[in-house]
């Protein structure tokens, strides 16, 4: 699976913002997530899309407010992000994995694909 991430740009405080992810060879059978890093901290865990039950999970950070979704047929991830807050600026990273474990969707170790990264700005 190759990941490519992009929609990331500059966006006021309150806007939405939509980032998505090709994902070429992606299938059903892989769980799907996002993290973040923000300017001088560590990537953290946004939300994942599980491969069996197709259920989605947040950090509390976001919850309510984006959502995680997926095309297996146009092998797209996408992340559609409202409200948006000043500490919402990082970089989004989209990552796949077909072996991760329900109580380890928001572990970095858990995915083995990760696209390159785009970068989200929320002014203030």
């Known amino acids: 699976v190759q990941l490519q991430a992009s929609g990331g740009g500059l966006v006021q405080t309150g806007g939405s913002l939509r980032v998505s992810c090709e994902a070429s060879?992606?299938?059903?059978?892989?769980?799907v997530a996002w993290f973040r890093q923000p300017p001088g901290k560590e990537r953290e865990f946004v939300a994942a899309?599980?491969?069996?039950?197709?259920?989605?999970y947040y950090s509390d950070s976001v919850k309510g407010r984006f959502t995680i979704s997926r095309d297996n047929a146009r092998s797209m991830v996408s992340l559609q992000m409202n409200s948006l807050k000043p500490e919402d600026t990082a970089v989004y990273y989209c990552?796949?994995?077909?072996?991760?474990?329900?109580?380890?969707?928001?572990?970095?170790?858990?995915?083995?694909?990760w696209g390159q990264g785009t970068l989200v700005t929320v002014s203030s």
């Open positions: 899309m599980h491969r069996n039950s197709g259920r989605s």
């Open positions: 990552a796949a994995s077909r072996t991760v474990i329900m109580s380890a969707l928001s572990l970095i170790n858990s995915y083995h694909y």
């Open positions: 060879g992606l299938t059903s059978t892989y769980t």
